[in-house]
């Protein structure tokens, strides 16, 4: 048994809660985590789910989404299964900042630039992948992967405990245009298929704006979201 700290808004209640390593055939727990001044407690015990294979519901700076250990495959098919996304679904890197940004794609220095000028802040960056990214999160005929700084105290608690970006997918559910926006309703969906959701606040619906970093400089955008793109004009 494990004790588990759930943070109310007027008091502190610890309960215990049943935890095995299986996770999948588990209700998930539920913390409550401030958006500013996250409980340490709570963000190692959340750190120490994702390391043992878990999937998680955490809050970023532009929606909910959906994450797990970096090259976990059996989690990483959880989440496909829960977006009910094919191969060619592209997974983001979700980074602490740009210090590893070498490790894990290929950037001249105006890209580099740029990208520091950009974050942490909502965006998703298409980049070309190095041979550290695992092929099933690289784009199949294009070799790229998606890298993303958020700006959000939670996600950079949680990053910041991992010691290792995070592999990620925004929280859209099947057949719906939007994010999910709060942690109960996400709790009735999805309770019995990840292992933790944490309630963050309403981080908004809007997903970040992804921006695709070419051949010879050329830079694209492929979806409009809420990172401002006026520096492109």
């Given amino acids: 048994m494990l004790l588990i700290g759930h943070i109310c808004k007027q008091c502190t209640v610890t309960r215990t809660i049943s935890l095995t390593t299986s996770f999948s055939s588990n209700m998930s727990q539920f913390f409550e985590i401030h958006p500013d001044n996250p409980q340490m407690r709570l963000i190692k015990q959340a750190v120490g789910i994702i390391q043992q294979g878990g999937v998680i519901v ?8 959906l994450g797990c250990h970096l090259g976990d ?12 996304t094919g191969p060619k679904h592209n997974f983001t890197l979700v980074c602490r900042d740009l210090s590893d940004i070498s490790l894990y794609s290929r950037v001249d220095n105006s890209t580099y630039r740029m990208l520091k000028s ?3 802040g909502p965006y998703t960056f298409i980049l070309k992948a ?25 996600c950079q608690s949680l990053l910041s405990e991992l010691g290792e970006p995070m592999m990620s997918s925004t929280l859209i559910m099947p057949e719906k245009e939007l994010p999910e926006t709060d942690a109960e309703d996400i709790r009735e969906l999805l ?4 292992d933790l959701i ?9 997903p970040t704006s992804v921006i695709v970093f070419g051949e010879n400089g050329k830079i694209e955008v492929s979806r409009e979201g809420r990172g401002e793109l006026d520096f492109l004009n």
């Fill in 118 to 120: 950009l974050t942490p």
């Fill in 130 to 154: 190095t041979n550290e990214v695992p092929r099933r999160l690289q784009n199949p005929k294009r070799k790229t992967i998606g890298l993303r700084v958020p700006d959000n105290a939670i």
């Fill in 73 to 84: 495959k059996n989690a990483m098919e959880r989440i496909a299964r829960i977006r009910r």
């Fill in 191 to 194: 309770e019995k298929h990840v």
């Fill in 58 to 65: 955490y809050p970023t700076d532009s929606c909910y989404a």
């Fill in 198 to 206: 944490i309630d963050g606040g309403n981080c908004g619906f809007q």
